[in-house]
């Protein structure tokens, strides 16, 4: 029974001694809370091991704090200098070299991309150009018609069109919205009077086939 | 009275860096003369060979000088070299740790710390408590470099927790318990050699 009771004790001093430790350090450098010094110090009066560690740690402290000093070696300064003249040298170096990589770069690059750029721009007017020639966005006028623009007097190019632009919105309703919002009976037989003056048959287009000019 | 006269006089380690950044390569050569020793110091007993810590401190100020104008007057000039300082000595540790020039690595040097067999110990040493500069450096170098570094920088360097805190880049309450739990590492290590109560 008396072992029992003693191994208790023993164990519950460890305890006390386990969360007294983390504050050993702080006691040695005098930083420790009034309140928990004085525990720690009631502590350390029933607890020889604690006490025992908290010299060898201040033993140990000391010691570290007099160790001796090294010194550099007498060439240290010179060894230094010599050190970021070289390497200041090297960082010039390599400015130079990357400002003289660049001086190259920078108008091979300009270069590819205007030429991109162009190629791009050729293609875009190339393809505006053709889509021109469908019949929703092109003019028509008499041989020999001038048409003036604002900036320059563009010129005529004559194009033998299989089918008269009235005959494909006649044939294609749909591709001319407004068609559909004649109503009125006035304009259905002015619409035939229209239509009636147009050519019908193959033969007749083929004989009335005028030329037609495309603005560019 | 004259003494402390010519301290005031002496410019701080903010004003000599601003000089510095301004062009004045005489406030380079007065930080060189102020902090080369303390750093050597600070090298040396992080990785134990005199002479990769003078290089390492040369990088230090190399660096310094290349890097002057990131350096900014918020922080104290002390901590900005000593991280630089200790970021290149942990460098060279992980370097050292690769090339396994120490086999003794491979017992698990991160996180654990490890004993080297006491060539030089003798029972008479012990008996008389003798405690040489020598075993404290072999023993400091047997801590994991977490808690060496917070105990040269503490009980070497006599810098504060608040300092260390900055130089580490770890909170104060961290900084309190590596530098309770390296000193009680310490203090077991070097038990052998201490006088007997």
């Given amino acids: 029974m008396k072992g029992i009771g003693t191994y208790f004790l023993k164990g519950l001093l460890m305890k006390k001694c386990e969360r007294f430790r983390q504050h050993f350090s702080d006691y040695i450098d005098g930083l420790l809370d009034s309140t928990i010094r004085l525990e720690l110090e009631n502590h350390l009066e029933n607890c020889p091991r604690c006490l025992k560690v908290i010299q060898r740690m201040k033993n140990v402290s000391q010691k570290l704090k007099h160790l001796p000093g090294l010194k550099t070696s007498p060439d240290f300064d010179m060894v230094l200098r010599t050190r970021i003249r070289v390497e200041s040298g090297l960082e010039r170096k390599s400015w130079s070299e990357n400002k003289f990589k660049w001086s190259i770069q920078i108008p091979v690059y300009a270069a590819s991309i205007a030429i991109i750029w162009g190629a791009f721009v050729f293609i875009n007017d190339q393809n505006i150009k053709q889509n021109q020639g469908m019949p929703l966005s092109f003019q028509y006028h008499t041989a020999g018609d001038t048409i003036l623009s604002n900036t320059k007097q563009d010129k005529n190019v004559y194009y033998e069109l299989p089918i008269y632009p009235v005959d494909y919105f006649l044939q294609r309703p749909a591709a001319l919205p407004s068609a559909k919002k004649v109503n009125s009976i006035e304009s259905d037989s002015l619409r035939q009077k229209q239509l009636s003056k147009l050519p019908h048959s193959k033969k007749q287009i083929q004989n009335n086939r005028k030329p037609v000019s495309f603005t560019f | 009275m004259a003494q402390n006269d010519k301290k005031k006089m002496q410019p701080t380690d903010e004003d000599l860096i601003e000089r510095f950044q301004h062009g004045e390569l005489y ?77 003794i690595t491979d017992l698990g040097y991160e996180e654990k710390d490890y004993e080297i067999c006491d060539m030089a110990f003798s029972p008479e040493d012990q008996v008389n408590g003798l405690i040489t500069e020598e075993i404290v450096q072999r023993e400091i170098e047997g801590l994991s470099p977490k808690f060496r570094e917070v105990i040269i920088l503490r009980d070497i360097q006599e810098l504060s927790y608040e300092e260390i805190s900055k130089i580490v880049r770890i909170p104060l309450g961290t900084v309190k318990s590596r530098v309770n739990r390296g000193r009680l590492k310490l203090q077991e290590r070097l038990k052998p050699y201490l006088p007997r109560e």
């Fill in chain 2, 27 to 103: 406030a380079f050569d007065l930080i060189v003369k102020r902090y080369k020793n303390q750093l050597l110091n600070f090298i040396f007993r992080f990785l134990g060979n005199q002479e990769e810590a003078e290089d390492l401190v040369q990088e230090t100020f190399l660096r310094v000088y290349k890097n002057r104008r990131a350096y900014r007057k918020v922080a104290k000039f002390s901590t900005w070299i000593y991280t630089i300082a200790g970021n290149l000595a942990k460098t060279e540790l992980r370097k050292r740790k690769r090339r396994k020039i120490f086999s």
